[in-house]
């Protein structure tokens, strides 16, 4: 019975840390081996020690990625640890065979309101072989990232001989609060991919190509002109088949499926007219049953901007 209660109010504890938690974001840029540099960020919920959030860099550049990050932080010696998993976007005109996932581990260091990540990286391509190396300095834009104490539960009459299988018990108890943390927190972790997605937008200009990830057999594309409806109009096709031609889009979105029967899907988009004010732009939402990547394209009479979509 008193297991029981412990256990309950261990539950309790988590759910109410886990509800009441913080998005951390640490700004700062990424400095290759060949001394190039880039921003970089990332944007997580911790809890527990577990690392869940998405990464940028070169945010706003000719190469910005967004990628899902896992990892983990101990407060105690501050060291961190995180690794890009999975590609959610990413916006450029080469080929994807040579990119690499970031294998950070570094120090996070104390300060009253301001922190910093520090430490150096290795990067690895899909296949697990070594890519670039470099360092990554960033600082917190947002909370303190500090280990949430969790009130300890004490044994009424103290520890006796009878009373270590019920404290071995709780030591049980707690550990799976952690296995736990670790799913819950994934689940969450994808509620701020979301968040993030439904805020930013990806332009798209002439020559450029945004490459967009997802595992759904089928996604959906919205085609609507955000603003005033000043007459642009547009040719689409789907891997060279056309499925508009001629199309003048207005603020009425337009559907479009995308069907996701090979490994890359193509989308293009040429603008035939330049609107009354300023150039072709078009949004473009694709929602798969994860994500959503907000788009608009800016382009001027007679230019292409593309649209990959690549199953993982």
């Given amino acids: 019975m008193?297991?029981?209660?412990?256990?309950l109010f261990l539950l309790c504890l988590f759910s109410q840390n886990l509800h009441a938690q913080d998005e951390y974001v640490f700004e700062g840029v990424i400095k290759l081996s060949g001394l190039s540099l880039y921003t970089y960020s990332i944007h997580f919920y911790e809890e527990e020690g577990v690392i869940e959030g998405y990464s940028i860099t070169d945010q706003d550049g000719a190469y910005e990625t967004k990628s899902l990050v896992s990892g983990s932080i101990d407060h105690k010696t501050?060291?961190?640890e995180f690794y890009e998993s999975e590609i959610l976007t990413v916006k450029s005109s080469k080929s994807l065979d040579g990119f690499c996932y970031i294998h950070f581990n570094g120090t996070l260091k104390e300060g009253k309101e301001q922190q910093e990540i520090w430490g150096k990286f290795n990067s690895k391509y899909k296949t697990g072989d070594l890519c670039i190396n470099g360092v990554i300095s960033m600082t917190n834009k947002?909370?303190?990232?500090?280990?949430?104490?969790?009130?300890?539960?004490?044994?009424?009459?103290?520890?006796?001989q009878e009373d270590r299988i019920e404290q071995e018990t709780r030591i049980e108890q707690e550990n799976r609060i952690k296995r736990e943390s670790r799913i819950k927190i994934k689940e969450k972790s994808k509620n701020l991919v979301s968040k993030a997605n439904n805020v930013s937008i990806?332009?798209?200009?002439?020559?450029?190509?945004?490459?967009?990830?997802?595992?759904?057999d089928e996604l959906s594309m919205l085609i609507y002109d955000e603003e005033v409806s000043d007459n642009d109009r547009i040719n689409l096709s789907i891997n060279d088949v056309p499925i508009l031609i001629d199309y003048g889009?207005?603020?009425?979105?337009?559907?479009?499926?995308?069907?996701?029967?090979?490994?890359r899907v193509e989308v293009k988009v040429t603008a035939l007219t330049n609107?009354?004010?300023g150039k072709n732009t078009i949004r473009f939402d694709i929602t798969d049953s994860n994500n959503l990547t907000r788009t608009v394209t800016n382009l001027?009479?007679?230019e292409t901007a593309t649209l990959v979509?690549?199953?993982?």
């Fill in 2 to 7: 008193k297991s029981s209660i412990v256990l």
């Fill in 78 to 80: 501050k060291e961190i």
């Fill in 142 to 160: 947002g909370p303190v990232l500090k280990r949430k104490e969790r009130p300890k539960v004490s044994l009424a009459g103290g520890i006796k």
């Fill in 202 to 216: 990806n332009t798209v200009a002439t020559n450029e190509v945004l490459h967009v990830f997802s595992k759904d």
């Fill in 249 to 263: 889009v207005t603020k009425r979105s337009r559907k479009v499926t995308i069907p996701m029967d090979r490994d």
């Fill in 275 to 277: 609107g009354i004010i």
């Fill in 300 to 302: 001027e009479v007679g």
């Fill in 309 to 312: 979509f690549l199953k993982q």
